[in-house]
């Protein structure tokens, strides 16, 4: 059941939110259980099959962190088992189908809720306190604005939320915020993502004609079309959080205003890169420095400028995580390539850093990272890397580089874009936005005039998104 | 400033070889020119060096500021006496 689906909006969200006013006059446990129960329901109500699955996981999982919690001289080892089997389950359903041929079905949002649990295992085994109580956990895990397509959560920061024990009800202030970043989140998808959708699907069905003009439309579209579906249902998901009153991190942060690659890395799928960096860079360069240092190696920017302290101390940790990266998302070779080929950006990016390359101007800079992520967003959307290679060379111009009738697209849709850019170049985040970050000029506020616009917004959003339109990260 | 603060200064210059760089205890890491994960992932190696502590990975992402640092080095060298 996706967040714009008329059920979801007409439904499920109105008992969901009433039965949490209902149960939090029982107190914090029966809030919890019928979050539980709900969040159970929104998962069956789009992958019932996949329940059990789910249900393993989770109690799997749990009983993990206790055995961890108990056993304090093999904690390392015991959610070193525990890592292992969690990628070993998303392995098999993710890698099943084009290797073994088995037709396992993908569950539901098994790559969000196996990385969730892999970060609580890792946190309790490095920690010194008890393991969290069992039904915080289900919570913590289950919780249905997260459970389908994140943002990731981190056990640290948002489990207490989970494990309080006090403030289990709905107030107004949290109602009225979180209304605000779901309906903008509904207009993101409905209004600025969905209208890209059917123009992008028919430049890659055409993706050996396309002509310059036409493949530079289609990559630029579907960037757009992927920032503003993902962000939007980012959005959706934190105002659902804070709606229940949990605080849900951040994925997105202008990612096309970065300034280079590393910068883009730190705005782009914000939980996922911090899981990744947390759990797999920092771990292997802790090790490769660690190594380094056994051997009187110098860990220094001068030693990095070697050739073998770069391929050890950069090549190395960054490849992994950037091919993780790639593969997380599916069993693909245009996503290895993608992991790749930002994995490449990166260190080409460190480089230029340390042998102290001029400073480009803010413009230059900005085209030129946004240039770098358009190759990448292309290789992720393509389903073979023959399909991208032809949308890439017809941006090029080796498809030709003049207008055809065939590829011409409406005037309409070229000013579409350009005001999708002065959006996503002028506007505040939705966050800056709600919460009135300071120097922001436009914010919103509790008064009759924002919640007449929120009303005009939720209607538009309702009408515009009409019950259809897929998120693009339900497929992960 | 303290004299551990003065030794972590003193890392941080080596690691970036820019010695006009003056921490203060709670700017974060990374306002310093060019700092980045890899930098701090360092940084806490030359540490456990210098001051003959041990990190855990999971221990970095907390690190957000020299205050950050020199309260897990106290802590780890009370464990430590103990």
């Not at chain 1, 041929?101 to 890792?122: A, K």
């Not at chain 1, 107004?172 to 600025?192: C, E």
């Amino acid at each position: 059941m996706a967040f714009n689906s008329f059920s979801f909006l007409l439904w499920f969200l109105p008992l969901a939110l009433a039965g949490y006013a209902a149960a939090s006059r029982g107190g914090a446990r029966w809030a919890k259980l019928w979050l539980i129960v709900m969040s159970l329901l929104f998962y069956a109500c789009g992958a019932w099959r996949s329940i059990p699955v789910l249900l393993l996981s989770v109690a799997g999982n749990v009983v993990l962190l206790h055995v961890i919690a108990a056993g304090h001289r093999y904690r390392a080892w015991l959610a070193a088992t525990g890592v292992v089997a969690n990628l070993a389950l998303l392995g098999w359903f993710k890698y099943a189908v084009p290797v073994l041929g088995v037709d396992t079905g993908l569950p539901l949002g098994i790559s969000f809720f196996t990385f969730v649990q892999i970060g609580s295992l890792l946190s309790q085994a490095f920690s010194d306190e008890p393991a969290p109580r069992t039904w915080d956990q289900v919570l913590f895990v289950l919780f249905f604005p997260t459970i389908t397509s994140g943002p990731i959560l981190n056990s640290r920061e948002t489990m207490p939320q989970f494990a309080r024990s006090d403030s289990w009800r709905l107030t107004a202030t949290d109602l009225s915020v979180g209304s605000g970043f779901f309906i903008i989140g509904l207009l993101k998808k409905g209004l600025l993502a969905d209208p890209l959708g059917p123009l992008v699907a028919d430049g890659f069905a055409n993706a050996d004609s396309l002509t310059l003009p036409a493949a530079w439309w289609t990559a630029v579209a579907w960037s757009l079309q992927l920032y503003f579906d993902f962000s939007g249902y980012t959005d959706m998901a934190i105002g659902l959080g804070w709606m229940f009153g949990f605080r849900l991190p951040d994925n997105f942060d202008q990612p096309y205003k970065a300034r280079c690659v590393i910068d883009y890395w730190q705005r782009w799928h914000m939980s996922l890169t911090r899981f990744l960096m947390n759990n797999v860079h920092a771990p292997l360069t802790l090790t490769v420095l660690r190594w380094r240092r056994r051997r009187d190696l110098a860990i220094d920017d001068k030693a990095r400028r070697t050739a073998s302290g770069f391929v050890t101390m950069m090549v190395g940790p960054i490849l992994v995580t950037m091919l993780l990266i790639g593969v997380w998302h599916g069993p693909r070779w245009t996503y290895v390539l993608f992991g790749l080929l930002h994995a490449m950006f990166l260190l080409v990016n460190h480089a230029w850093r340390l042998w102290r390359g001029p400073v480009l101007p803010t413009g230059v800079a900005v085209a030129l990272t946004y240039g770098a992520v358009l190759v990448g967003a292309v290789l992720f959307r393509a389903s073979t890397p023959t399909e991208a290679a032809a949308v890439l060379a017809g941006m090029t111009g080796a498809h030709g580089i003049g207008y055809s009738p065939a590829d011409v697209r409406p005037l309409l849709n070229a000013l579409w874009v350009a005001a999708l850019f002065v959006v996503i170049w002028f506007a505040p985040t939705t966050r800056q936005f709600m919460l009135r970050a300071p120097g922001i000029r436009l914010s919103w506020a509790p008064t009759p005039r924002w919640a007449a616009a929120f009303g005009c917004g939720v209607t538009l959003g309702i009408l515009a998104a009409g019950g259809t339109g897929e998120f693009v990260y339900f497929r992960f | 400033m303290t004299t551990q603060l003065a030794d972590l200064t003193h890392l941080v210059r080596d690691l970036l070889r820019n010695h006009d760089i003056d921490l203060e205890e709670t700017a974060p890491f990374d306002d310093l020119p060019l700092w980045d994960s890899m930098y701090l992932v360092a940084l806490v190696v030359e540490v456990e060096d210098h001051f003959g502590v041990m990190f855990e990975p999971e221990e970095i992402e907390g690190i957000v500021t020299p205050a950050d640092l020199l309260r897990l080095i106290a802590n780890k060298r009370v464990l430590v006496r103990n």
